[in-house]
């Protein structure tokens, strides 16, 4: 028998970074030793969007969920020992990818790296920021002329480089349907696209090198059957726009190019072991089909909906993709599904379906004016609310969650504290006396870099005009400007941002049926507002911190609206200080915070003495998010009425609780509504 000729096997990652520069450098020489074949850099919420770590938007959130770069010297930490030219390196950033690429370029430089075999790429698709991620910076306008002209920059100058992954992951977080997902992409790749073309900044006859350094970073969720259709389906229809619409001849150039990251929305904290096999199954969507495989694949680990994953426990993710890379056949066989009728028939559907949507989508003027209006975002938390009513009413079960609830005791839970890993709160002092140090010695030995007024300035001037900012940004690196100042210095130019939240506008999801939970609660909610003399009852969803991950915020507020509160909900991204005013003014009778980045354990205490500070210390505050057992307890004896974490998938229950804690704060007696 003939030795069957093998693939080779996609990218293999793990999203990492954490602390310090010092920590993930020493991570990620560690998970290259382990046969990471390509890093995939995570950054904190300050350096996503804008902050130098010592801003008071930043308080909590440093070195929490990634590394925080500051500037030129931490960039240099973190790849110190790790020579870039060899390198494939992913980095999701967004709102600063320019500032990010540019300090990653200086470093290559420094490590006299030849530029134009720089590989990688920089996520760098602010559409999703505003539906879903959060860590938009600029308003529309300005965020695609950042995007496009390092599209245009990278072509000449960096041209192994992929200066944007059109990013459908989030948008399926958020709720998104398949068709919702490849719709939203597509139409943000379509607005990326006329932009760079319509910019004059790449000449005609090299729209091909534009488009072949697109790549898309996509989700794959446990539906694994229909999941590996919607990237058929994502590659036929990138294939006919990229032909037509830009007349690309060359197949290479048009084939549609793509990482993953497998779904984590669908990782419980219930009987978490449940989570591997949602993984592999997750994974086989994206890897079993040769005409429709990842260049690139990073999964996450099975105690994500727990808190922060440890060396180990992303060791065990990327030892799953080795078993199928290496110990399988699936790199030995062409196509799995050419031919397949079930799989064309669905396939033929889902592009039918979004290329519809598509055309919606351009009606109203294409994805950024769809953005404005507020109609993506709303549709999407319009279909996260349906999904979440399913969950609910037990149409769509999850093992473990609503469904097979019983188990046995979980030895890798059993010390639920060492379960996962915890970052030192002292970190964040480290990081703010480092910077302030870098501030005080940036211009002396061994630095020696000029001062950054003059670079600054000029960024400043480049942006009131229409040229590249590229090379001004490069300057601003090189002088030893922070990621914060940089920021700042575009900020004066472009203002700043605030992106519709969809909750007015979304539908009711789940309907108050006589009989039902939902009217149970509303009857509550009813009394309650009657028993306080007052015509409803007011509740405040806030989000401090950088945290955007607005999904179970958003969720709550809206059902809370369908059960009778008004709701006060006015996006993300506050200081408590705001949420303390905007409580106080608004005159609510509860107070909600939803964080997922870990820094509850210093913002919601905040919250808490800022209200006794104000005399409204009878406010409850209800604390939700991705929040350790420990921390929980420790917020419940700091004055926390409750806490809800993944595993409370009962919105409606929630919004009970929420009720009788209102009740209990104002001494009212216990309501037994009868569901």
Not at 272 to 278: D, L, S
Not at 607 to 623: K, Q, S, T
């Amino acid at each position: 028998m003939t030795e069957r000729q093998k693939d080779r096997p996609w990218l293999m990652r793990t999203y990492a970074g954490h602390s310090t520069a010092e920590a993930s450098n020493e991570l990620y020489r560690r998970n290259l030793a382990k046969g990471q074949t390509g890093l995939s850099v995570a950054f904190d919420l300050p350096t996503q969007t804008g902050y130098d770590p010592d801003h008071v938007l930043a308080r909590g959130e440093v070195g929490r969920v990634g590394v925080p770069v500051s500037h030129i010297g931490d960039m240099r930490r973190l790849f110190q020992d790790i020579p870039l030219e060899q390198m494939n390196t992913s980095m999701t950033i967004n709102a600063t990818a320019m500032w990010l690429l540019a300090l990653y370029q200086v470093v290559a430089e420094e490590q006299g790296a030849d530029l134009t075999k720089l590989q990688g790429t920089t996520q760098n698709d602010i559409v999703k920021e505003y539906l879903s991620r959060g860590t938009h910076v600029f308003p529309p306008g300005p965020s695609l002329r950042l995007t496009t002209d390092m599209i245009a920059y990278t072509v000449s100058h960096l041209p192994k480089w992929n200066p944007i992954n059109i990013c459908s992951y989030h948008l399926q977080e958020a709720g998104a349907t398949p068709v919702q997902e490849i719709a939203y992409a597509m139409s943000t790749a379509v607005s990326v696209l006329d932009a760079v073309r319509d910019s004059g900044q790449v000449p005609p006859e090299r729209m091909g090198d534009v488009v072949g350094r697109i790549s898309f970073f996509v989700n794959a969720g446990v539906r694994f059957v229909e999941e590996m259709c919607k990237m058929r389906a994502f590659g036929r229809i990138w294939d006919r726009i990229t032909h037509e619409r830009y007349g690309i001849e060359n197949p290479k150039h048009r084939r549609f190019r793509y990482g993953v990251q497998v779904n984590s929305l669908g990782l419980t904290e219930a009987q978490p072991e449940n989570n591997v096999q949602r993984i592999v199954l997750e994974m086989l969507a994206v890897t079993l089909s040769k005409d429709a495989r990842a260049r690139a694949v990073q999964l996450p680990a099975w105690n994500e909906a727990l808190g922060l994953p440890r060396p180990w426990d992303q060791q065990w993710s990327l030892r799953i993709q080795q078993v199928l890379a290496y110990e399988s056949d699936l790199l030995e066989y062409g196509d799995l599904f050419e031919g397949s009728k079930v799989v064309e028939a669905k396939v033929d559907e889902l592009v039918t379906a979004s290329l519809a949507e598509m055309g919606r989508i351009e009606e109203m003027g294409g994805v950024m004016a769809a953005v404005e209006s507020g109609y993506l975002k709303s549709q999407l938390v319009s279909s996260h609310a349906a999904r979440r009513a399913r969950i609910e009413s037990g149409e769509e079960k999850i093992i473990g969650v609503n469904a097979f609830e019983g188990t046995e005791p979980n030895p890798l839970t059993a010390d639920l504290d060492t379960a996962i890993q915890t970052v030192d709160p002292a970190v964040e002092a480290r990081v703010v006396e480092a910077l302030a140090r870098w501030r005080d010695t940036r211009y002396q030995p061994p630095f020696n870099h000029p001062r950054p007024c003059k670079a600054l300035e000029a960024l400043k001037e480049a942006a009131r005009g229409d040229g590249n900012l590229m090379e001004a940004t490069l300057e601003c690196a090189r002088a030893g400007a922070t990621t914060g100042e940089w920021a700042g210095a575009l900020r004066e130019v472009f203002g700043e941002y605030r992106a519709p939240t969809g909750v007015s506008s979304a539908p009711v999801a789940v309907p108050a049926e006589e009989g039902s939970a939902l009217a149970g609660v509303r009857r509550k909610v009813d009394v309650t507002a009657r028993d306080l003399g007052v015509g409803k009852l007011r509740f405040l969803v806030g989000k401090p911190g950088l945290d955007g991950h607005s999904n179970g915020a958003e969720q709550i507020a809206v059902r809370a609206r369908d059960a009778g509160f008004e709701v006060v909900y006015q996006g993300i991204r506050l200081t408590p200080e705001q949420i303390v005013d905007a409580a106080l003014a608004e005159d609510v009778h509860a107070v909600g915070l939803s964080i997922l980045s870990g820094s509850h354990a210093q913002l919601v205490p905040d919250v808490l003495e800022r209200l006794r500070e104000a005399g409204a210390a009878d406010i409850p505050v209800i604390a939700g998010g991705i929040i350790p057992h420990a921390d929980a307890e420790q917020l419940r004896a700091a004055g926390v009425a409750a806490v809800f974490t993944p595993k409370d998938f009962d919105i409606t229950g929630i919004i009970g609780r929420i009720v009788d804690e209102i009740r209990n704060a104002n001494k009212l007696d216990p309501l037994e509504v009868p569901a």
